[in-house]
């Protein structure tokens, strides 16, 4: 059963970094692009940035657009959300989900529980 | 502000039938690219519950179904149940913001 596990949160300064990391089980993950959502307190669902399965290909939400990167370890079975330059609206529980390819647009088919970063002075 | 545009609220009574729009524009359900639709249980991680406008994944009821007509989507729910209650939230692709998300709807069962 597929199975993903986020960790690396915590609280952080504004203008401070953190990364995130999400453990992937049970596919896989080698031939699958990754995703990075999140939901802010009280808020919607935001997709913030996604990876090709050989990490060939990386898309970004404008809002995290050069302050955020990710990347994989497929070696591992590991996701990566490197994260700078953060500020409060960047505080939220982080998701990471594995996409599922559709003919007109992927699917998010699995979902970690979750990571929360809070920043904050 | 959403690129997809969902009611922040629908409610039902046990048994009856809700439904819950979801709409775009000409740059994502329109241009047409498919939508696909979470369930988030109160405290847990979003559900994949419908995908391709209209199917639903193993393991999913049937009283869950979507449809999609030009640059809107609806998500229907018969026979509703208490366990139902919950957040529901339609995703698809923009051309120009890439994957997007609806506001999200809370479901509440009266």
């Known amino acids: 059963q597929a199975q993903l596990v986020e960790s690396g949160g915590g609280v952080v300064q504004p203008g401070g970094s953190l990364r995130l990391s999400c453990a992937a089980s049970g596919f896989d993950f080698s031939i699958y692009g990754m995703h990075w959502a999140r939901q802010a307190p009280g808020k919607g669902l935001e997709w913030v940035a996604f990876?090709?399965?050989?990490?060939?290909?990386?898309r970004y939400a404008n809002s995290v657009k050069g302050r955020f990167t990710i990347s994989r370890d497929n070696s591992k079975n590991t996701l990566y959300l490197q994260m700078s330059s953060l500020t409060s609206e960047d505080t939220a529980l982080y998701y990471c989900a594995k996409d599922w390819p559709q003919p007109l647009n992927d699917a998010f088919d699995v979902w970690g529980q979750g990571t929360r970063v809070t920043v904050s002075s | 502000q959403s690129v997809l545009t969902q009611p922040p609220s629908v409610s039902g009574a046990p048994g009856q039938r809700v439904t819950i729009s979801c709409t775009g524009s000409s740059s994502n359900i329109g241009a047409p690219y498919d939508v696909h639709w979470y369930q988030q249980l109160p405290g847990t991680a979003p559900k994949f519950l419908i995908y391709?406008?209209?199917n639903r994944p193993s393991g999913v009821p049937e009283r869950f179904s979507g449809s999609k007509s030009g640059t809107s989507a609806s998500l229907a729910i018969t026979g509703l149940q208490p366990e139902d209650e919950a957040d529901y939230y339609c995703?698809?692709?923009?051309?120009?913001?890439?994957?997007?998300f609806g506001g999200g709807t809370k479901l509440t069962v009266l």
């Open positions: 990876i090709r399965y050989d990490g060939g290909n990386r």
């Open positions: 391709g406008n209209n």
């Open positions: 995703q698809s692709y923009d051309s120009l913001s890439g994957w997007v």
